[in-house]
């Protein structure tokens, strides 16, 4: 499955807030959107009114993003969230937040989506004692996730423990800092994901 490889800066401006695409880059003054306020590209610093279908789309944009996939990958994704019962809009969110790379960022092993990502690939995490490098898995309640054995001497997770230990997850994950180890409790609801977009303008996107 492909990614967008180009400079993640560009997608925040875009958007027009953050999106917390690089960590903790975003949470300094060397963020692009704080020196520079306006879409990029020649004429961004023009005021355009967005059209109906614009506004949905660029919340479409601002969730495919957040959680770093293509366009065919999302749109799996809802319609996946369709066949679900309840909300699609809701179940679309709790999907994206079972991904294993989401949960991995979640459970602040990694301090982006994009890291985390990078760090399943490469195999440093298994998945119920099982050594899993797709991203994409979904996690269910009761699933482990941890460091393998042969990556907790890296120097990376050596620091990641002791920030770990002031580090609190959500309520739906649970955190064991020392072992490296985190436990999925139960599936979060809406009101716990705070990815802030208005996935009934997805719903309405994708149903036009």
Request: glycine residues 8%; proline residues 6%; charged residues 30%.
């Amino acid at each position: 499955m492909g990614r967008y490889t180009g400079p993640v800066c560009r997608i925040c401006r875009r958007a027009g807030e953050k999106l917390y695409l690089k960590g903790e880059k975003c949470l300094t003054p060397k963020c692009p959107l704080e020196r520079r306020r306006y879409a990029p590209g020649q004429h961004g610093m023009r005021r355009r009114k967005l059209s109906e279908y614009g506004i949905r789309l660029r919340e479409k944009q601002k969730a495919r993003f957040t959680y770093g996939l293509m366009e065919e990958q999302f749109r799996r994704f809802f319609e996946e969230a369709e066949r679900l019962p309840g909300v699609t809009g809701e179940n679309l969110l709790q999907l994206l937040e079972r991904r294993l790379d989401n949960v991995v960022y979640r459970l602040g092993f990694a301090d982006s989506r994009r890291q985390a990502r990078q760090l399943v690939t490469h195999g440093h995490f298994a998945l119920n004692g099982r050594r899993n490098n797709i991203p994409s898995t979904l996690v269910e309640p009761g699933d482990v996730i941890s460091v393998m054995p042969s990556s907790r001497d890296l120097e990376y997770f050596k620091q990641r423990r002791e920030f770990l230990k002031t580090y609190t997850p959500p309520n739906w994950l649970s955190l064991d800092p020392e072992n490296l180890t985190g436990r999925v409790l139960y599936l979060p609801s809406r009101a716990e994901i705070d990815t802030k977009v208005n996935e009934a303008l997805i719903v309405e996107y994708y149903s036009r």
